[in-house]
């Protein structure tokens, strides 16, 4: 693996564990195993180097959920596949997080990967919701319903962190899935 991938990688899990304002290049490069001038070789600081990370990561969270909701099966079946894949709830959602940084949120540049996923995600929902609107209950707005679910999920993730326990982020994907309609359609 190049340094330059050691060091997206790096910057990507130190993200996910400690947000923008927790991290220091001196601790993507330890982590990466690479030295400061590998770093600054590669990108012209933290900056830049955090954005390509939070892209990274959203590229990864983007195939991820494209590959349930694109699979065979019901609308509701791909969403409950989606809703209840594995998940480290305690560490959070790797972009969800994100929002929670003031330097992320502060900078257009950094927030921009967060705030295209996020708008993909809902919009990707609601178009697996329209694809069959009678498996669902009558008069449900996919594109409100999408945007309830990622609000859901983003509201599970800090509700379980919270508690230190998944119970919290579990209850709140089996409610939304019971507001759905229930048990999927096999």
């Known amino acids: 693996m190049s340094a330059r991938e050691r060091l997206v990688r790096s910057a990507q899990e130190l993200l996910w564990e400690r947000g923008y304002v927790g991290v220091s290049p001196k601790a993507i490069q330890e982590r990466a195993g690479a030295g400061q001038g590998s770093m600054y070789h590669h990108f012209s600081g933290k900056a830049e180097l955090a954005l390509e990370a939070v892209r990274r990561s959203a590229e990864q969270m983007r195939a991820a959920a ?87 999920l983003q509201g599970g993730y800090v509700l379980a962190r919270a508690a230190g326990s998944a119970e919290p982020f579990d209850r709140a994907i089996s409610g939304i899935l019971g507001l759905l309609g229930g048990a999927p359609k096999r």
């Open 66 to 152: 494209d590959a349930e909701l694109s699979a065979s099966g019901s609308p509701l079946s791909r969403i409950s596949t989606y809703l209840l894949r594995e998940r480290e709830v305690l560490r959070g959602c790797p972009i969800g997080r994100l929002t929670q940084d003031p330097e992320i949120i502060a900078s257009p540049l950094l927030r921009q990967p967060v705030d295209e996923t996020f708008a993909w995600l809902r919009k990707r929902l609601a178009e697996v919701i329209q694809e069959d609107l009678s498996e669902f209950p009558p008069g449900l707005d996919p594109a409100a319903t999408a945007a309830t679910i990622v609000a859901t």
